[in-house]
């Protein structure tokens, strides 16, 4: 037996635990670096879409066999909200990197990323049919990404519940170590006096939709309002309510459309917020932004006093002064308020993005576009009145069922990525000397075809501005004669293909709205029943290869509504 002696044995003994515990302060410090948190629809309340801290996905990692899909989740129901990522939350004693879930089954589902395992899930009650004049037979849950404040450990989520023969909005407010309530859920209500000054109308659940993802800014939880199928239903508004997010009492400020039933000749009273499931979002300030939908097919309701009818309009909006300080209505030819109106060529089926402070003259900016597929470029607090010629410039992006990304380049500069039509195009922010956006001549931009309406959603990873770390994430809507999806990755910089892979599919004829969630080396994606995984393999881990579930057929009776 070899000796060792004593003071030797204490100095090795040492040493390791030197090393053990050098090793777990690397790791830990690892760990810290990629502790992502995605607590919101597009990451932040600009709606950037952009995750610059992702350290794990560079280009060649994404290129490699390594890459791809490591686990399929089966869920209740379709999902049309962004997955929402809490990191190293313990629940069950254990430490999770938890992704939050919400389905139209009004089932929250907390789920492990490294492992896919259902970690909770808890279901808020019996999703509303579709109103009958809408001619489907699908259901309506929760559509709209929620959001989570991770101070006070809540998740805030909308669900349509049918009690009794009746469908309501209920507002939860969830833990998120045990999904249960930790206040009354809020039934929605409100009113709101119409333009004669003594007709009241009525929050009305039945003929209202809630699409745009929630808001939580100025202590408050904010949500937009829109109808169902369009002009099949009369009387429907749009609406902007909000709740103090502790105690989830109703605001006194809110914003509704206050036309009356007989002042819109075809009883079409929608300028609603819906923006293909966009979030409004909110400044530095507190003032929220959002885009509305198109009103009356007249084209007679929109009112210059600004004080009744602000449809097919970027809209700013303060909650301490509970009014508008600012709007946007366009005027081009062919794309005039009431021409948007008549031909349902609605302005808001984009979202509005701001972007990050910039440098220069004009250091807060707005981006947005709609059906028409001109994207505006905005000053935050004067973005232009009735006046296309007051905004800083029109690009051509294509038809936007979509919403922007922004991302900072490794030369300092920021840029806009807009995904109208098929197209991924990425626009550098100009700021001398005139503020203005340029098409980056160096991204080439790629082609994903769609079978339902144009555009798509696009997320964006980097590790800060390192060169060549940015990467641009898209889901695909399916093509005509498919019901997959497939999600996309790709050189912000050159716009070359790194990966595509089909990430679920979509039987529905709604479209499928679907946001990629980046963070911690895991790509999320959320689609019809089921949450794929996509990631790095670790040492002996297989890839699925292939989306092996059935295709499930259409739902009977469907029909193509936006």
Known sequence: MNYIPAWLSRTLLQTRRAKAVALALLVSASASAQAVNVLTYHN???????????????????????????????????????????????????VHNVVYVATEGNTIYAID??????????????????????????????????????????????AYVFVGGTAEYYLHALSLTTLADTQTPVMLSAAHTLADGTTLYNFNAGVTRQRAALLNANGNIYAGFTGFCE???????????????????????????????NNAPNDFLLTSIWMSGY??????????????????PSGTTYDKTKAINLSESVVEWSPSQGKVVSYFSPTDSGSDV???????????????????????????????????????????GNLGGENSGHVLGEYQVGGCWCGPSYFTGSDGVGRVVSSGGANIIVWKVQTSPTTTLQVDTGFTSPSI??????????????????????????????VA??????????????????????????????????????????VLVASYKMLFIFGVASPGQMLIPKFKLARPAPPPGTTAFE
């Open 338 to 380: 009431a021409t948007l109106d008549r031909e349902d060529l609605d302005f808001g089926s984009g979202g509005v993005m701001l972007l990050p402070t910039q440098p220069g003259t004009v250091a807060r900016l707005a981006v947005a576009a709609g059906k028409v597929g001109i994207m505006y470029l905005m000053k935050q």
């Open 44 to 94: 932040d309340v600009s709606r950037t879409g952009w995750n610059s801290g992702e350290t794990s996905l560079t280009s060649s990692v994404i290129g490699s066999p390594s890459f791809g899909l490591l686990h399929q989740v089966a869920l209740d129901a379709k999902v049309d909200a962004q997955p929402l990522v809490v990191a190293g939350l313990t629940i069950g004693g254990a």
């Open 449 to 478: 075809a769609t079978g339902q309406n144009l555009g798509f959603f696009t997320s964006i990873s980097s590790n800060g501005t390192t060169a060549g770390s940015a990467i641009i994430w898209a889901v695909s809507r399916p």
């Open 481 to 522: 004669g498919s019901t997959d999806v497939r999600l996309f990755a790709f050189d912000a910089s050159s716009g070359v293909q790194l990966f595509s892979a089909t990430a679920g599919t979509w039987p529905q004829a709604a479209d499928a709205n679907i946001v990629p969630t980046i963070a911690n080396g895991n």
């Open 113 to 158: 990323a490294s492992s896919g395992a259902i970690l909770l899930h808890t279901n808020l009650g019996t999703p509303a049919p579709w109103p009958a004049a809408c001619s489907t037979t699908a259901t309506v849950g929760i559509t709209s990404t929620p959001v989570i404040n991770r101070v006070s450990h809540t998740l805030y989520v909308m």
């Open 279 to 296: 979030g409004p979002s909110a400044a530095p300030n507190g003032n929220v932004f959002f885009v509305t939908g198109n009103s009356d």
């Open 231 to 261: 002009k099949k239903i009369k009387g429907s508004r749009g609406w902007l309510l909000g709740w103090n997010a502790s105690t989830l009492a109703p605001l006194a400020n809110y914003l509704s459309n206050q036309v009356l039933p």
